[in-house]
């Protein structure tokens, strides 16, 4: 069967020209080829649409119905496309975008501030939760990780590193003690993050375990915890920079290095994105790439009033 839409084309073509050959011209097409699309038609729809003659092709009043149908559906075809094209270049419609919390409350929704301005023609529907989304099936757009990926068939891209800290308040150092070491961990309230990995915190490649009379899923629950002297934290270093800055909280030298987790953006499978997640994924990049703004004069462990 050939082809419904170009049959329209061919058969409106011919009828506003009122000449096969001339159709054929118009759209790179034999005069047979012509013919095959307008017998085809007639054919499917079991009447005749053009009176053919010698000296011209008139229509029949079918094909007057028919035509002024093909004429419609074809300019609604031409404006669908149109639309299609225009999102494909020009980030508009809406975006839903899945991040973090602490991490969006903190870094991402201040920076869709300057996203949102620069792209007029976008709407921005942002979920804020810790959890790890089904962006196909909850109809995400975008997502943004924290942490190391599980293989899937997600398009991901590397946004920027995430460090961690062992940070404490001055308040619980002095009544319990700073420690030296990994292995002191043992002995200290250590406050946890409940969607971390089980086996402990990572130093120096290798992880420890810890214990502690608090846990939660939400890293500032911790810092809270952890400014009113409960106990260590060992968290990113965009929720315990401030902190750390004005002395509430002091980082801890264990003589390992502090694992350091990639932030991603990941994007459903797909050959080619729309604009508006090309857009977003580039500004992201652009914004949270090289040293973070986090990052920048970060007190280390050898700092004054560090431990």
């Not at 991402?108 to 301005?117: G, W």
């Not at 969607?195 to 120096?204: I, K, N, T, Y």
């Not at 499978?269 to 580039?282: D, E, F």
Request: with cysteine.
């Amino acid at each position: 069967m050939l082809d419904r839409v170009t049959g329209m084309q061919v058969f409106t073509r011919v009828a506003t020209l009122g000449s096969f050959s001339a159709a054929g011209r118009a759209l790179g097409l034999s005069p047979t080829g012509v013919t095959k699309h307008v017998a085809a038609l007639e054919e499917r729809l079991g009447t005749r649409l053009l009176h053919r003659s010698t000296r011209r092709l008139t229509l029949t009043e079918a094909g007057r119905g028919y035509l002024e149908a093909c004429e419609r559906i074809l300019a609604e075809i031409d404006e669908a496309e149109s639309a299609a094209g225009a999102e494909a270049e020009e980030p508009r419609g809406t975006l839903r975008l899945n991040v973090p919390l602490s991490f969006g409350v903190r870094e991402i929704a201040p920076a869709l501030t300057d996203f949102a301005a620069a792209h007029p023609g976008l709407r921005i529907d942002l979920g804020l939760n810790d959890r790890t989304v089904d962006l196909i099936e909850e109809g995400w757009d975008l997502a943004v990780r924290i942490g190391h990926l599980r293989e899937s068939s997600l398009v991901a891209r590397f946004l920027a590193p995430c460090r961690v800290r062992l940070c404490a308040a001055p308040a619980y150092l002095a009544a319990q003690g700073t420690p030296r070491r990994p292995e002191d961990l043992a002995g200290h309230n250590c406050l946890g993050y409940t969607l971390a990995s089980a086996e402990g915190w990572r130093f120096g490649g290798r992880a420890y375990p810890v214990s502690g009379n608090l846990r939660a899923s939400n890293g500032d629950a911790l810092l809270a915890a952890a400014i009113a002297g409960q106990g260590l934290i060992y968290q990113p270093t965009f929720i315990v920079s401030e902190a750390l800055r004005d002395g509430r909280l002091v980082a801890l030298d264990l003589g390992g290095e502090p694992a350091v987790l990639p932030i991603h953006a990941l994007m459903p499978p797909g050959r080619r994105q729309p604009a508006k997640v090309r857009a977003c994924v580039a500004f992201l990049a652009e914004r949270f790439g090289g040293e973070p703004a986090w990052d920048r004069g970060l007190p280390g462990p050898d700092a004054p009033g560090a431990r």
